[in-house]
């Protein structure tokens, strides 16, 4: 792994000479993506064939400044050192990267990116980590912060279930940890306590041991910070053996379309933050409307292909911005010159400038119905925590 990682590197710092303006041509503007379109988070991949198909939306209205909008989407299998292999092979024939998945990957990546002058929109990952390391300049994030997420779910356990014996299911890299460290805060701060701290790593299968753990806390609420598969298999354990403690599950697992066709009515009530628009949401369903018509096989994955869309609206208005004489300088300009932009009236609005760049930092608390078909019910509105950077 760590001469994967090197290799990697060292091939993204010196590789070949880079392009006078990568991705740009007379009539096509190209970008670049990597995601999990296979492996344990292979829900999430779905943000890349959302984007994909926005894109193609896009195009058959005339495209931008007369140029198609093409996006290059490879497959990482949510392993850092795959995507960082990617990454360098894309380096120097895309305009930007859209939309890297996982914090585990932007880990490895972001650093490289940054001295390779690749911009980076909307990265699917804790925006912590770009803070304090000189690799913000051209990252543009809307996502939300994991520690403040925390925070927020360990207050929601107490004041939505009356829970104040609360255990947590954590991913074992900076995607968990950081929201297991913001749900100590809130719990503490909330009168609640933390009795079981269970990780697991991205690669487990087998989650007997991990259900044993929290069924022996006792817990009356759990916290799931995990994939979609991750999450499935331990809530799938857990009620095997008779135990349902009430769910809060980190926004990662939103798409209760997703979680349904895991879990079926073992999701009936769970409570989960939704960073984005929902499906059931007027302006959502105009969008996934839209989607579907373009790639038949969203259907049942539409929340995570939403994100995706998302993502990509916001690449497209800052090629729209930046004009027909596009370059990575004017198109990360171009970017900073979004103000409470809100596209397709879709979730919170958008805000960056030069010295800002995490522009959306928000979440909401929703609950889900006895079906996938009902509509979310709202917990909490919109919390607007502060930006990162």
């Known amino acids: 792994m760590r001469r994967l990682f090197l290799t990697a590197w060292a091939a993204l710092t010196v590789g070949c000479a880079p392009a006078t303006n990568p991705g740009v041509r007379e009539d096509e503007v190209v970008l670049g993506m990597t995601a999990p379109l296979t492996g344990p988070a292979a829900a999430w991949g779905s943000v890349a064939l959302g984007a994909r198909a926005w894109a193609e939306e896009v195009n058959a209205l005339g495209g931008v400044h007369g140029r198609r909008v093409r996006l290059v989407v490879r497959d990482d299998g949510y392993a850092p050192g795959r995507a960082l292999a990617q990454l360098s092979a894309l380096k120097n024939s895309v305009l930007a990267v859209l939309g890297p998945v996982g914090t585990a990957v932007l880990q490895a990546s972001h650093l490289p990116l940054a001295e390779a002058g690749v911009p980076v929109v909307c990265p699917f990952g804790n925006p912590r980590v770009f803070v304090g390391r000189g690799s913000t300049a051209r990252v543009f994030s809307i996502y939300p912060d994991y520690r403040g997420e925390g925070e927020l779910l360990g207050a929601h ?134 989607l579907l018509a373009r790639d038949p096989r969203l259907r049942g994955r539409e929340g995570f292909a939403l994100e995706g869309a998302l993502a990509m609206m916001v690449a497209v208005e800052g090629l729209q911005r930046a004009g027909r004489g596009l370059d990575r300088a004017s198109f990360v300009a171009a970017l900073e010159s979004l103000r409470e932009w809100a596209p397709e009236g879709l979730g919170a609005p958008i805000s960056f400038a030069p010295g800002r760049h995490h522009g959306l930092n928000a979440l909401r608390l929703m609950q889900a119905g006895r079906r996938a078909e009902d509509p979310p019910r709202e917990l909490a509105p919109w919390r607007y925590m502060p930006p990162l950077f």
């Open 157 to 290: 356990c107490v004041v939505f279930a009356g829970a104040r014996r609360v255990a947590v299911f954590y991913q074992n890299d900076d995607f968990g940890k950081e929201g297991l460290f913001g749900l100590r805060r809130g719990l503490e701060a909330a009168g609640g306590s933390l009795v079981a701290a269970v990780p697991y790593e991205a690669q487990e299968r087998e989650l007997g041991v991990h259900a044993l753990r929290l069924r022996g806390s006792r817990a009356e609420a759990l916290v799931l910070f995990s994939t979609t598969a991750h999450a499935a298999r331990l809530v799938r354990e857990l009620a095997r053996n008779g135990q349902r403690p009430a769910i809060f599950a980190s926004f990662t697992l939103s798409d209760r379309h997703v979680m349904f066709s895991l879990l079926g009515p073992l999701w009936a009530g769970a409570r989960f933050d939704a960073r984005g628009p929902i499906r059931g949401e007027a302006a959502a369903d105009r969008i996934i409307a839209r």
